[in-house]
């Protein structure tokens, strides 16, 4: 383990307030830029950052524990599986990724880098689409009501809403089906 993981580490184990603050200083700004990429804010990004920092709290206690990654990868895979899961309960569709992510070593490595690239296509889908369609479902996930989506965009009423909310979520299903990884994806 490298000495900065090690020491990111044990800040975390014994609650150190110094390591704390440095981890804080050093990736938190890492952890905000790609929250507000996709669609959340900085108050967002905070929450997930000490959501991770809990989950990691967790396993660090463990005496089987082993850092067999850096630790930026282990905390941003950490972060963009909660993010994901945050989305995902926005919008009411089943959450596929456990909330108290299990470090495993190479495996959970494995089977976390094959989350992250789900998260990307979809990401990358969802960046084709056009300007109100990423607006409108980015309301739509936080679980603002169609009514206020509606006055917000300027729509002529809720049913044209529901209607422009439908066709925007097939086009997300197009992109990420027509998207040469998503084959790869569900061929594993």
């Known amino acids: 383990m490298r000495p900065a993981d090690e020491h990111y ?19 938190l700004p890492r952890i905000s830029a790609f929250i507000r990429k996709n669609g959340g804010r900085d108050a967002d990004a905070k929450d997930v950052f000490q959501d991770a920092l809990i989950v990691i709290f967790k396993k660090v206690q463990e005496a089987d524990f082993q850092l067999t990654s850096g630790f930026y990868t282990l905390l941003y895979g950490i972060c963009r599986n909660l993010w994901g899961n945050r ?19 190479e495996a959970g490595l494995s089977q976390l880098l094959e989350q992250q690239e789900e998260e990307q296509l979809f990401w990358d889908a969802f960046r084709q689409l056009g ?33 422009r909310k439908f ?17 790869e994806l569900m061929n594993k």
């Open 167 to 183: 066709q925007c979520k097939e086009q997300l299903i197009q992109r990420v089906k027509a998207d040469a990884r998503y084959s």
């Open 87 to 105: 989305l995902q309960k926005k919008s009411g569709n089943e959450v596929s990724i456990p909330e108290d992510y299990k470090y495993t070593g």
């Open 9 to 27: 580490i044990n800040a975390i184990r014994n609650n150190d307030r110094k390591g704390l603050q440095q981890l804080y200083q050093e990736f």
């Open 131 to 163: 300007q109100d369609c990423q607006q409108l479902l980015q309301w739509f996930f936080a679980k603002v009501k169609m009514a206020e989506i509606a006055e917000r965009m300027e729509y002529s009423s809720v049913g044209y809403a529901k209607k």
